[in-house]
């Protein structure tokens, strides 16, 4: 069995300038104010129209991402409604075959440090659920009815596409203190790489 950590990867090459040019290109449409496009003046325009709530502009531009992550997060993730999504299927996945080294792949739960009773008690139990899956697999049973004894532990790996506006709606809920400490985990990294590659946007999400 591996236990490994969450893990984010941007999947779009993201150029934040030019993304907030086409965003003032296409803002302007609404106030015929085309004649006052600049060479630096997207950054102003859109940090405007965030300011004044005309956010629907922002929904002209999107990025995709891959999230590394249990399965317990994903179940959160997947409720934001104005996103698609591609996920790892445990139907389809045999856990049991080489090409996944035969074992269960873990996220470890941020909450417990290595040496407490609370995570080897959950290390012992993801080794049993381990072993109880491949016998089942060895026994006949297909992953799409062995998958039902696997933990929200396990690793899956899901892509979501969401445009600028929705993603400012899910970092608002997912990076608040409020929320599942492996779900802020998520969302505050992701938010940080947000942060540097897209100027404005995100700039008014904090999660300290």
Known sequence: MRVINPEIIVLDDINGSDMLKRIEKIGRVCYKSEDKITQDSAEKFVRNILKSGHESVIEHEKISVRIICDRGVTHEIVRHRIASYSQESTRYCNYNNEKFGKELTVIKPLFWEEDSA???????????IEKSYNQMIELGAEPQQAR?????????????TMNLREWRHFFRLR???RAHPQMREVACALLEVFKQKVPVVFD????D
Do not use: A, G, H, R
């Open 175 to 177: 990076t608040s203190k």
């Open 204 to 207: 008014d999400i904090d999660f």
């Open 118 to 128: 609370e995570y080897k008690l959950w290390l012992e139990t993801m080794q049993m």
């Open 148 to 160: 039902s004894i696997l933990p929200n532990s396990l690793k899956t790996e899901i892509v979501v």
